[in-house]
Each structure stands twice: as structure tokens, then as C-alpha cells.
């Protein structure tokens, strides 16, 4: 007799390696329909192959997949350093700010800043691979390669939760 054990998808698994500011994980459906991304030039560009404009789906989800499509959908406002940091506040919609060692650089905390004081819903990702430091940050995903930033699009789209709902009707239906 074979045992076959359900394992969680490997995006799922990855994403419980990243770090969680104490609210963060419960804010997050707020940030599943359209948002504004914003991207800091901290997001090395030539490094992930994908334009400045891009939301980064190109580069971590799979092609056609539902979470790429969702993701790719939301407008993105590319901020660097010297650029005013009001670009972003005239959006109603929630915003996802996306950086590489958010507190490292005083441009970034201060558009973080300026953004936090201004929009309502606000999530902050820091991409970088640093182990500590992040109060500039309520995901740390500890690197964007393609399985981490694969796995940080299923978490902001909410394709996990679609994956659980799936995986429920189905064993209920047996």
C-alpha cells in the first residue's frame, strides 16, 4: 500500500520563510484587488531583467498563471532618489511599496514615510537578503529570485487561500 501525502505547494512553503510585521498577514486581502505598486530604484532593474515600469510579474510569476495576470494589472509609479515622494499620494487605492534594504537609504524611509502618513492601506516589502533590519518593512522576503518573488505574488493575489478553497472542495467531495 502507497501513502501519498498532500505537500504544500512550494510557493506556500517559501512564503512561511519570509518575515511578517505583526499586522501584516491579516491586512493582506486589503491589497488582493487593484492596487499601486510602487517600485524604489533600490530594485535593481538590470539585475531581474524587467523594465522600470514593470510590476515584476514578468520576472517571478509563471507565464499565464492567475496570480502573474492579477499582479501585472495594477498600475506601478517607479520612484528613485531625488524623485518627490507625492507621485504616490494622489492613489485611493491600498499601495504596495517594493524595495531592496528599505531602512538603509534616509530617500526610501522618507517616501515609506510620506506614503504611510498619507494612504490609508499601505504594505511595505523589503526584498533584500539581509537577516535583520527590517522596520522599514512588513514582509521581508529575504531575496527576489524567482521562487521568493513567485511566492510573494501568490500571497499578495491571495492564490494561496484560492489553493486551500480548491484543495477543500475537493477532499470534501470525496
Sequence with gaps: MSLVLDRPATSEVIARSFAFAPTAQDALPAFRGRCTVVRLATVDNELLGVPRWSTLAEAWAEPDSPSGRQWAANPVVSVAE?????????????????????????????????VRASCRSVLVVDLGHRLTGHAYADIATFGFDRARGGALLDLLTGAHEHAHEHRAERDGAV
Excluded at 487605492?93 to 528599505?102: Q, R
Design 82 to 114: 531625488g524623485d518627490d515622494p507625492h507621485l504616490v499620494l494622489a492613489t485611493q487605492a491600498p499601495v504596495v511599496i517594493v524595495g531592496v534594504d528599505n531602512e538603509r537609504s534616509a530617500w526610501v524611509r522618507a517616501v515609506v514615510d510620506a
